[in-house]
Antibody
């Protein structure tokens, strides 16, 4: 059974870079059928897609965050990572990683990690 | 960018009742790119419906999705206690966008 697990610091200082890793188990990140995505949810608010990556390294980003976001993949470790630079308090959120399925013109996130809370504060 | 507007913001119903949740897009969208999720407090979202009307694996048949163009609906035919949660619609065009959510609460 495919599982995703986020990891990384729970506290980041303003203006610094948030770094998270998602470890995929029970399946290969190198599947041609899937992208791998990051989504966040500020406290008490809705969901915001950050971006997604294919195993080859091809990426798609939310334009609102694109200038600050880097997503990378390490197929040898079955992991993909998120870096968000110049963070502010507005970046405080639960960050989820998810499998991004793009099959037969349908697009959806079908397997999610449990999420990790990141707080931006000095 | 397509904006998804969900209504109502909060829906108060009793177990056994029928729930109808709406998702309206700011412009016409392809049905295959419309998705519904359920989220319970402290949990990650759970895929319910993709392609506007296809149930995800393991989703009970009391959940159904319908609609086309700009108007889409998630229907729960007879509410079970575990169905009370927040529901989000999502669209993929050149990026993923989510609606603001509908909270389904026990009356």
């Amino acid at each position: 059974q495919l599982q995703l697990q986020e990891s990384g610091p729970g506290l980041v200082k303003p203006s610094e870079t948030l770094s998270l890793t998602c470890t995929v188990s029970g399946g290969s990140i190198s599947s041609r059928d899937y992208y791998w995505g990051w989504i966040r949810q500020p406290p008490g608010k809705g969901l915001e897609w950050i971006g997604s990556i294919f195993y080859s390294g091809s990426t798609h980003f939310n334009p609102s965050l694109k200038s600050r976001v880097t997503i990378s993949v390490d197929t040898s470790k079955n992991q993909f990572s998120l870096k968000l630079s110049s963070v502010t308090a507005a970046d405080t959120a639960v960050y989820y990683c998810a499998r991004d399925s793009r099959v037969k013109y349908s697009y959806y996130m079908d397997v999610w990690g449990k999420g990790t809370t990141v707080t931006v504060s000095s | 960018e397509i904006v998804l507007t969900q209504s109502p913001g909060t829906l108060s119903l009793s177990p056994g009742e029928r729930a109808t949740l709406s998702c309206r897009a700011s412009q016409r969208v392809t049905s295959s790119q419309l998705t519904w999720y359920q989220q319970k407090p402290g949990q990650a979202p759970r895929l319910l419906i993709y392609g506007a009307s296809s149930r995800a694996t393991g989703i009970p048949d009391r959940f159904s999705g319908s609609g086309s163009g700009t108007d889409f609906t998630l229907t729960i035919s007879s509410l079970e206690p575990e169905d009370f949660a927040v529901y989000y619609c999502q669209h993929y065009g050149t990026l993923y966008t989510f609606g603001q959510g509908t909270k389904l609460e026990i009356k």
